[in-house]
């Protein structure tokens, strides 16, 4: 049994694992199938160095191969003993494994490709590039079929190199071809950025996919709230209508079925906006799961071949557009109801008296009365900060990004796509969608805005300006005075001004509010919009002027 083993290792082909077949010795000493180490030398052509795949010695040129005849004979002389070829304690590749590209016969599965050599391998084979110090370079993957996807196709060479002019992997053929003077970085370095974009993306799917699942829950509750609503207004309106059974008996039935429709306007409206949720929810785990099988590839240009290929990713905010409030549904019905109860008991003493009767339409709302005091403002504050991202290179921030300054020289600030180029303003870091307040306390002349985040950044002109454009809204705070404007339509307020100026949000009922602050509330000016994005506060800052996003109390 010992002696067939060591025959059997004496006489096989390190590289297909099988008894020699057609053996040739090679200069080191090494013996092969002439098939394999043929294989194995193609795949170094393009360098000109050919070595063993054992000791790793190097040749050049490609050594000639010559039948080694006494190999030959002993090996035919084993497989009429019997002896087998291949070990049987190896794992063979499967119609859907990637195959040993050095194995010949039944191949083993491979365990890595190498994406330097373009070659898969099984544990055997692939002991060279963890003990030789020539493959410590080499980068290892796990298995993959399509190696020869890395191979440019016009120049046949190693593509190693990522053109961002063009979105594509090249050779460095291809660099001092047609992408000369092109923006481009090693492959490497675009997969690890590529990777760290992907995380972001999925971490800002995770976050709004738990706002969203949150939502539905909130809307779910609403539901039975409405229900409850409802099933209750019935009840008690029945009760009133049996007193008045032979002479209201019509108009018990339409008032029951204007509660019954009102109820099923409204669970409608909810549900539609939860079928919408829970929608936006299978897609972004649809998403979220092609984004965590694209991060899986560790194979760089196929990683970077599917990100390019990756449609655009709308981003969102993570806060709750649902505003859940505990609204009576159905109680001014019944008010109504109980009110034209002790009208007709009057009515009913004198039969002459009675007159058509009706019902007010009650109008139920998911959006909620805005607050009366400032306690209820309050109640509503948001904690926003000022984004350094899209500050003007004019102004500077300070007390963890609250308070912002007109500087009188510019500021060194690194150059982003957020960033305003010419107007003296900053956005919020946070959006803002639901019911929100805030206060802003100033000196000098300031623009107390809100605007979506695509208002355009660049430019001098009123579509980046503060209340010149249809995508924002601003309140001009002067020394005497108030202008509010928006889409470059302005309008002078008359009456005291205040250095405090509350804002109220109403992102869904598209109301808009600025108040002067001092010991009492005081209405400044209000819009009533449709708002069709989230909103960001904004802030203009003028000469020697200064503003600061204060913490309300």
């Given at each position: ?390 500050a003007n290179v004019w102004l500077a921030l300070s007390k963890e990004d609250r308070k912002v300054k007109r500087m009188g020289e510019p500021q060194f600030l690194s150059r982003h796509a957020e960033r305003f180029t010419h107007w003296r303003q900053v956005l919020s870091r946070e959006s803002l969608t639901g019911c929100c307040y805030w206060e802003v306390e100033r000196k000098g002349r300031i623009y107390v805005a809100v605007a979506y985040n695509s208002i355009i950044r660049a430019g001098r002109s009123n579509k980046s300006l ?88």
């Amino acid at each position: 049994m010992e002696q067939n083993k060591l025959d059997r290792e004496t006489f096989s082909c390190s590289i297909c694992l099988d008894l020699l077949k057609d053996p040739v010795t090679i200069p080191c000493g090494h013996s092969y199938c002439m098939n394999c180490i043929k294989r194995h030398w193609n795949v170094e052509d393009l360098k000109r160095i050919y070595s063993c795949p054992q000791c790793r010695e190097k040749f050049s040129p490609r050594p000639a191969l010559k039948k080694n005849v006494v190999f030959a004979t002993v090996v035919e002389d084993l497989k009429n003993t019997g002896l087998q070829a291949a070990p049987a304690d190896h794992r063979y590749a499967g119609p859907k494994d990637v195959a040993c590209d050095f194995c010949t016969g039944t191949k083993l599965k491979a365990t890595k490709s190498c994406l330097v050599c373009l070659a898969s391998y099984c544990e055997k084979h692939l002991q060279p590039h963890y003990n030789s110090d020539t493959f410590k370079q080499h980068h290892l993957v796990e298995p993959t079929k399509n190696l020869k996807k890395n191979i440019c196709s016009k120049h046949d060479h190693v593509m190693k190199i990522f053109c961002r002019t063009d979105q594509k992997c090249i050779c460095s053929f291809c660099l001092m071809d047609e992408h000369q003077g092109h923006n481009t970085v090693s492959a490497s370095v675009e997969w690890t950025e590529r990777q760290r974009e992907l995380k972001k993306r999925r971490g800002s799917i995770k976050q709004r996919l738990q706002v969203r699942e949150e939502d539905v829950k909130l809307l779910q509750q609403e539901v039975e709230d409405i229900n409850h609503s409802a099933d209750k207004a019935v009840e008690e309106c029945e009760e009133i209508f049996t007193e008045l059974i032979r002479l209201l008996q019509k108009r018990s039935s339409d008032v029951k079925q204007q509660i019954r429709f009102q109820q099923e306007t409204e669970v409608r409206q909810v549900k539609d906006v939860q079928e919408k949720l829970q929608q936006e929810i299978t897609e972004l785990k649809r998403k979220n799961a092609e984004l965590k099988e694209l991060s899986k590839i560790e194979d760089h240009n196929q990683f970077l071949c599917g990100y390019s290929s990756m449609p655009v990713f709308s981003e969102s905010t993570n806060s709750s557009s649902i505003n859940i409030n505990p609204l009576r549904y159905f109680e001014d019905i019944l008010a109504s109801v109980s009110e034209l109860q002790v009208e007709l008991q009057d009515i009913l003493r004198d039969p002459w008296r009675g007159s058509l009767l009706s019902l007010t339409e009650v109008n139920v709302s998911l959006s909620e009365q805005e607050p009366k005091s400032r306690a209820g403002f309050l109640r509503h504050s948001k904690d926003l900060t000022l984004n350094p991202n899209t500050a003007n290179v004019w102004l500077a921030l300070s007390k963890e990004d609250r308070k912002v300054k007109r500087m009188g020289e510019p500021q060194f600030l690194s150059r982003h796509a957020e960033r305003f180029t010419h107007w003296r303003q900053v956005l919020s870091r946070e959006s803002l969608t639901g019911c929100c307040y805030w206060e802003v306390e100033r000196k000098g002349r300031i623009y107390v805005a809100v605007a979506y985040n695509s208002i355009i950044r660049a430019g001098r002109s009123n579509k980046s300006l503060f209340g010149a454009n249809d995508k924002s809204w601003a309140l001009e705070c002067r020394s005497h005075n108030f202008k509010f404007g928006h889409n470059d339509i302005w309008k002078s307020i008359s009456g005291p001004v205040s250095s405090r100026v509350g804002v109220y949000l109403d992102h869904r009922a598209g109301i808009l509010s600025f108040y002067r602050v001092s010991e009492s509330m005081t209405l400044i000016h209000r819009v009533q919009t449709t708002f069709t994005e989230p909103l960001h506060a904004g802030l203009w800052i003028g000469f020697a002027c200064h503003a600061e996003l204060c913490e309300p109390k």
